[in-house]
């Protein structure tokens, strides 16, 4: 019984030695393999490494810009799957965008903080005799009006002043005129800018640079004409009082079919409830010889029907 079972035994051993592969396995008469031991300050010195090289690229991946050394070996990401984002990559995105959230806090108020500090400088330049100063200085305060925390700073009475005398300047350039223009198309996009232009005159102005032979100093005129008209209620008499009417319907022969929309609702809300200057509307368009179109826009009375 036992002889028949050692036999099956050995029989078992050999199928199971021919079917697995030969690994050179080690013999009973190798030693044994020792383990390496480690000290408790080895232990914590790689542990140290290991949060040390995470944290690095932490770093590198959320502020890149934080790191001392930009040629620093950062250590490689241990992501293997390529289609799924690491946990590191996860993290470094809201961080990426809270950071330019801050940039932009800060370089809005330096903005507003440069152009309020800049403004009796671009005030004494405004009253230079050579018109060539005074338009490149309207050009560079466009550029700062252009930007919304410098727009608000560009709010000034004195300023503003400023602007209207040297685009009224017969001397004005062209740069000045289409700087000066560009200022208050900006300052007019905003509720305070709207009330600092019609307080300090600038609606003469604006009605003035309509005849501009340049087509952008028009449209930018015609623009913040247009912005004073929607949220000023004085600001149609002022506009009437300047001949505004009548310049803006010499202006409906423009082919632009914005610039015409524009023109068109400013001449609306002047005729609104004004029968005197329906009347003066519809017999300016008919004797420009325009179509009839324009007038029937407005509501105007057409002659002859």
Same mark, same amino acid.
């Given at each position: 019984?036992?002889?028949?079972?050692?036999?099956?035994?050995? $029989?078992?051993?050999?199928? $199971?030695?021919?079917?697995?592969?030969?690994?050179?396995?080690?013999?009973?008469?190798?030693?044994?393999?020792?383990?390496?031991?480690?000290?408790?300050?080895?232990?914590?010195?790689?542990?140290?490494?290991?949060?040390?090289?995470?944290?690095?690229?932490?770093?590198?991946?959320?502020?890149?810009?934080?790191?001392?050394?930009?040629?620093?070996?950062?250590?490689?990401?241990?992501?293997?799957?390529?289609?799924?984002? =690491?946990?590191?990559?996860?993290?470094?995105?809201?961080?990426?965008? /809270?950071?330019?959230?801050?940039?932009?806090?800060?370089?809005?108020?330096?903005?507003?903080?440069?152009?309020?500090?800049?403004?009796?400088?671009?005030?004494?330049?405004?009253?230079?005799?050579?018109?060539?100063?005074?338009?490149?200085?309207?050009?560079?305060?466009?550029?700062?009006?252009?930007?919304?925390?410098?727009?608000?700073?560009?709010?000034?009475?004195?300023?503003?002043?400023?602007?209207?005398?040297?685009?009224?300047?017969?001397?004005?350039?062209?740069? =000045?005129?289409?700087?000066?223009?560009?200022?208050?198309?900006?300052?007019?996009?905003?509720?305070?800018?709207?009330?600092?232009?019609?307080?300090?005159?600038?609606?003469?102005?604006?009605?003035?640079?309509?005849?501009?032979?340049?087509?952008?100093?028009?449209?930018?005129?015609?623009?913040?004409? $247009?912005? /004073?008209?929607?949220?000023?209620?004085?600001?149609?008499?002022?506009?009437?009082?300047?001949?505004?009417?009548?310049?803006?319907?010499?202006? /409906?022969?423009?082919?632009?079919?914005?610039?015409?929309?524009?023109?068109?609702?400013?001449? $609306?809300?002047?005729?609104?409830?004004?029968?005197?200057?329906?009347?003066?509307?519809?017999?300016?368009?008919?004797?420009?010889?325009?179509?009839?179109?324009?007038?029937?826009? /407005?509501?105007?009375?057409?002659?002859?029907?």
């Amino acid at each position: 019984m036992w002889m028949h079972s050692q036999n099956n035994h050995y $029989h078992d051993s050999d199928m $199971h030695s021919s079917s697995m592969p030969y690994r050179g396995g080690m013999s009973f008469d190798q030693q044994p393999i020792s383990l390496i031991e480690y000290t408790q300050d080895q232990i914590d010195n790689m542990n140290q490494q290991l949060s040390s090289t995470r944290a690095q690229r932490i770093r590198a991946a959320m502020f890149p810009e934080a790191l001392e050394d930009p040629a620093m070996d950062v250590p490689s990401s241990t992501h293997y799957i390529t289609n799924l984002p =690491t946990a590191v990559q996860k993290l470094s995105e809201p961080s990426q965008q /809270l950071k330019n959230a801050v940039v932009d806090i800060i370089n809005y108020k330096e903005d507003a903080e440069i152009a309020e500090k800049a403004i009796p400088e671009l005030i004494r330049l405004l009253s230079d005799e050579d018109p060539i100063v005074v338009g490149q200085v309207a050009l560079v305060i466009h550029t700062l009006a252009k930007k919304e925390a410098s727009r608000m700073a560009l709010t000034n009475p004195q300023l503003i002043n400023a602007l209207i005398r040297a685009v009224s300047n017969s001397k004005a350039n062209d740069e =000045t005129k289409r700087g000066v223009a560009g200022i208050f198309q900006c300052l007019a996009q905003q509720k305070q800018g709207l009330f600092c232009i019609f307080k300090s005159g600038g609606i003469p102005a604006l009605v003035k640079l309509l005849d501009s032979p340049i087509e952008v100093v028009v449209n930018y005129a015609m623009s913040a004409l $247009h912005n /004073l008209l929607l949220y000023i209620e004085q600001a149609k008499t002022e506009i009437l009082r300047c001949g505004g009417c009548h310049k803006m319907v010499s202006l /409906l022969n423009n082919s632009n079919q914005k610039f015409l929309a524009i023109v068109t609702d400013c001449l $609306h809300m002047l005729a609104f409830n004004n029968q005197e200057v329906k009347i003066c509307l519809g017999l300016s368009i008919y004797f420009l010889g325009l179509a009839c179109l324009p007038a029937i826009t /407005l509501g105007l009375p057409w002659p002859g029907v």
